[in-house]
């Protein structure tokens, strides 16, 4: 295996395991030396793999935008399925992942979004980019459905994709506010209506 490979797969690694810790403490709540230790590397290496804390943070939210990217591309290709319920499967991941997913599998742009916007400018740009990349997945599944006629809204697909996206990411911060699953089952009535699927 080539070093450079091995150096990769060891910055992976240390992601990997030190996500759930973010997820669940935050950004700014977590020190390097948590890090090293929850990804088991020796102190002292973390420089060794990145430049800061702060492009750690950046390589954590591309790994992370990269593989829920991945996810949606999987979901995407489901052909049997209409627009409709291509975005209906969507969300209702969404709401099974923040009522009753581990810390780990939880959305990481929930969490940091209002802490890096304030605290880093290029971890602020990493998830804006990550967030339009979502949306233009997500808009090209409502695209779908407009065309096989299961969605029927006169909004655009990307105003669509829009609109429901900050709706269930209001509704996100609501349950983590409330801790309760109410404000997803709310969403989904309100996504309903701006889908305006054929009865």
């Avoid at 740009?125 to 808009?139: C, E, Q, S, T």
């Avoid at 096989?148 to 909004?155: A, C, G």
């Avoid at 105003?159 to 900050?166: E, F, K, V």
């Amino acid at each position: 295996m080539a070093v450079e490979n091995k150096h990769d797969l060891a910055k992976k690694r240390i992601i990997e395991a030190a996500r759930p810790l973010i997820g669940k403490r935050g950004f700014s709540g977590v020190g390097i030396s948590q890090i090293l230790e929850v990804a088991q590397v020796p102190k002292g290496s973390f420089y060794h793999y990145f430049e800061s804390k702060e492009k750690f943070g950046e390589d954590l939210l591309r790994l992370y935008i990269h593989d829920y990217l991945a996810d949606m591309e999987h979901l995407s290709s489901k052909k049997t399925q209409t627009g409709y319920e291509l975005v209906s499967s969507y969300f209702e991941r969404w709401r099974i992942t923040h009522v009753g997913g581990r810390v780990g599998d939880k959305c990481l742009i929930v969490k940091l979004a209002a802490e890096i916007s304030d605290l880093s400018e290029d971890m602020r740009v990493v998830m804006d980019n990550g967030v339009a990349a979502v949306i233009k997945r997500l808009a090209a599944m409502i695209k779908a459905g407009q065309k096989d006629r299961s969605i029927s809204s006169p909004l655009t697909a990307h105003q669509l994709a829009t609109s429901l996206y900050q709706l269930w990411l209001g509704a996100t911060l609501m349950a983590k506010i409330t801790h309760a699953p109410h404000p997803f089952d709310e969403a989904w009535q309100t996504s309903i209506m701006l889908l305006n699927a054929p009865k």
